[in-house]
């Protein structure tokens, strides 16, 4: 939202709308390659931050919901990326929150949101993966999910753990890079003034 200051309202409309074509065909390819790789991380919400972060709630929740449509189209149309598109718009909604009320400030903060943010991901995501997909979703990380399984723990509490550890990693790979240019922006909005 630091970029709303400095520029006028034409320019920020048309900035904005460009923000959005261009973070969701990032979360898009970042998502897709990641998928190529078979890592056990998620990367489709790299950018749905970032755009909280330097444009506000409104793009970043344009840029959660159309990702998520982006990656079914990229996929063919399995059915599976639109159920997390819920996921995805509340890493914007709780990224712009944090923006909002001034707490997108120091490493402590981006280290709070990076906790948050893997936590209800994994909160949601493991209802998703338990409820609608019967507890698999041929990603790499479903290996690990059966091996929690094994030691006696339910579907939905091994899904919950898997999930909350590679959570932890993507959102640190996805709010790091947008703290540090969102403070590199302010920096530059306070010289400027």
């Known amino acids: 939202m630091v970029l709303y200051y400095l520029i006028d309202r034409k320019k920020r409309i048309l900035l904005s709308l460009c923000a959005i074509g261009i973070a969701t065909l990032l979360n898009g390819i970042f998502s897709y ?6 890592l056990p991380i998620f990367l489709d919400s790299v950018f749905t931050v970032m755009t909280a972060a330097l444009f506000g709630l409104w793009p970043a929740v344009a840029v959660g919901l159309l990702s998520n449509s982006f990656l079914e189209l990229l996929n063919g149309f ?31 903060h981006a280290f709070w949101l990076i906790i948050i943010l893997a936590t209800v991901n994994s909160l949601m995501g493991a209802l998703i993966v338990t409820f609608v997909f019967g507890g698999y979703t041929n ?10 399984i094994v030691t006696g723990q339910s579907l939905y509490t091994s899904t919950f753990f898997v999930r909350i550890i590679v959570n932890i990693v993507d959102k640190g790979l996805s709010v790091l890079p947008s703290f540090f240019l969102y403070k590199k922006i302010q920096a530059y909005s306070i010289s400027e003034k």
């Not at 390659?33 to 078979?38: I, K, P, T």
């Not at 990603?139 to 929690?148: C, F, K, P, T, W």
């Open 139 to 148: 990603l790499s990380m479903d290996n690990m999910v059966r091996g929690i």
């Open 33 to 38: 390659l990641n998928e190529m790789a078979n």
């Open 78 to 108: 399995p059915g599976y990326y639109v159920p997390f598109t819920v996921v995805n718009l509340s890493t914007a909604l709780i990224t712009a929150l944090f923006v909002y009320k001034k707490k997108f400030e120091t490493a402590t």
